[in-house]
Every structure is written in C-alpha cells, then in structure tokens.
C-alpha cells in the first residue's frame, strides 16, 4: 500500500515536471517568435531635408561646379520596441545621377525606441569636373531659375532588440531638393549664404546585407 501511495506521488511530480517544462517551453517559444517578428518587420526609419544653407553653386570654364552647402538631415526611429544603431552614414548632393560634392562621414549613432536625430553635416565639392552634357543642362536649368538637386546618403544600420543586436543592412536614402535661382521666395539670406527651407520628405531604402 506504502509502495503504491509513493509510485503516484512519483507520478504527480513527474506530471507536474512536464507541466512546468512545457509552459517553459511555451514561453521561450514565445518570446523567440516575438523577436523574429520584430527583427524581420520593423518598420523603416522617417528621413525629413528640413533646409538647405547654400554657401557656393557656380559654373566655371570649361565644366566645373563649386557647390558647397550645408544640410539639416532629420531621421525619426518609429518603432515602440526596436532601436536602431546607424554604423556607417555617408552623406553628397549629386545632380542628374552625378555625384557633385564628396561624401561627408556622419559619426555613428544610436537611435532609441520613437527617438528624433538631427545631424547638420556641411557638403562640399569645390570644382568638379562635369561631363559637359551635364553642364549644358546645368546652365539651361540655372538660367530657368529652377535646379533640381539629390541629396543622398547611403550606410549600414543594425536593429537592437532588448540585448539582442541584428546583423547589418544597406540603407540608400534619397532626398530631392528644387533650388531656385529666381525670386529665392523659399530661400532667407544668412550673410553670403541662402538658407532654403525644405521640410522635404525622403525615400529610404533598407535591404539585407550578404
């Protein structure tokens, strides 16, 4: 009879050993689903070109351009539970798909759950060499009053979720931006310079690196 009472007390613990490692089980699954939900759908940042300071924008003989501004880049984080770490952000205004100003190097940055970052970097390329297709075309859009400008940045990104810390990704970022030459009613004289204020959106492309 004492044998039997302690055969079921073996079985009620060995159920309730199961029972715990289940419900165990469940919740490490859980929260393994919860992280690759969240690491393979968060949802891109929002980049906004508030303004543009334009410091120098001319033609010399034969073909070079002097373009030298500076920008104020903004980027919100909307994710709730995803952070964002920003390894490697390159950022140059190009014209027709050509690049005008060197990449200037924004220092990495992390960026927290709903957080605004705002970098202010300064653009330069003082006479590049165009292709003289490009110049014509510049001089006709500059003589229009109006030019249509990219402000680009391209780098790497991480997700941060918790402690756990995603491989990286390509992010390209496109800004256009239209200057205008005639009237400046967007633009606001800061000494020599023309400050044009934008509050353009961008478009951002994310894709995993290999």
């Known amino acids: 009879m004492a044998d039997d009472c302690g055969r079921h007390d073996d079985k009620q613990q060995l159920a ?8 165990g089980f469940l919740i490490i699954f859980a929260i ?3 992280l690759v939900w969240a690491i393979l759908h968060p949802t891109k940042p929002h980049f906004i070109l508030q303004d543009v300071t334009i410091y120098a924008f001319n033609l010399t003989a034969p073909n070079y351009l002097t373009s030298n501004m500076q920008i ?31 990449p200037t190097l924004i220092p990495r940055t992390y ?11 300064l653009l330069y390329g003082n006479a590049v060499p165009i292709a003289p297709f490009l ?6 859009d500059m003589n229009a009053g109006m030019v249509l400008l990219n402000v680009k940045a391209f780098g790497q990104l991480k997700w941060k ?13 496109n800004c256009p931006i239209y200057i205008s030459f005639t009237g400046r009613t967007k633009a606001v004289q ?21």
Not at 16 to 23: G, L, T
Not at 112 to 121: A, E, I, L
Not at 161 to 173: A, D, E
Request: proline content about 2%; some cysteine; overall charge positive.
């Open 16 to 23: 309730k050993r199961v029972a715990v490692a289940i419900f």
């Open 32 to 34: 393994v689903v919860f």
């Open 72 to 102: 104020t880049l903004v980027s919100r984080n909307p994710n709730e539970r995803i952070g964002i770490y920003y390894h490697k952000l390159d950022v140059l205004a190009s014209y027709r798909n050509q690049q005008i100003t060197l």
């Open 111 to 121: 960026q927290g759950h709903q957080d605004v970052t705002v970098w202010s970097p």
């Open 135 to 140: 110049e014509v075309g510049l001089n006709q």
């Open 161 to 173: 979720v918790g402690t756990w810390i995603s491989g990286r990704y390509q992010i390209n970022i």
């Open 190 to 210: 800061v000494g020599v310079a023309m400050k044009y204020q934008l509050v353009q959106s961008c478009s951002v492309d994310i894709s995993l690196l290999n």
